[in-house]
């Protein structure tokens, strides 16, 4: 025996420490400097400001601000194609912290109704009193610029044989 254990198993544990892994979310500001000057989203162009092409990135402009990957609150609009038909599509966060640890899980896409009314009043709960109101101006501006960008130009085909 040497003091208190056996020589042939390992040592015991004492009641005293007991440690419990917890997963701690990082901070907002700790992730934004380690991922604002480097990552695979960031477009850079000569004489242009620096994009980004984040999912979650309502402006697609890199900065804290509009960052999909370092705030807790994420919002986006976008246009998503499947087949013939185009949605327009919400991003945010989940809700649930335990999908906020995986990024696959991370963002949650929300369809938009096409009509202007109902289709801002959703913008309007979506960013809401407590998740984003300082982006919700910016949401409903790009709500109207998608919803342009679906308008099909019609084709006007001239009569040959009218004179």
């Known amino acids: 025996l040497a003091q208190g254990r056996l020589a042939s198993g390992p040592p015991k544990a004492s009641p005293r420490f007991l440690f419990v892994a917890v997963k701690m979310p990082a901070a907002s500001d700790l992730i934004w400097e ?4 480097n990552n695979s989203f960031i477009r850079k162009s000569p004489n242009m400001p620096v994009m980004s092409a984040e999912p979650g990135n309502l402006c697609g402009l890199s900065s804290f ?16 194609k499947t087949g013939q038909k185009e949605t327009i599509v919400l991003t945010t966060r989940s809700k649930k912290a335990s999908k906020g640890q995986h990024p696959g899980y991370m963002l949650v896409e929300s369809g938009v109704k096409k009509n202007a009314k109902k289709g801002l009043a ?7 009193a407590f998740y984003r109101r300082d982006l919700q101006e910016l949401a ?23 004179g």
């Open 65 to 80: 601000k509009f960052s999909g990957l370092a705030n807790k609150k994420v919002l986006d609009l976008s246009v998503k």
């Open 140 to 162: 409903e501006k790009k709500y109207a610029k998608v919803k342009t960008s679906l308008k099909k130009k019609k084709v006007v085909v001239k009569s040959r044989r009218a």
């Open 122 to 128: 959703q913008v309007a709960k979506a960013t809401g």
């Open 34 to 37: 380690c991922v604002k000057a």
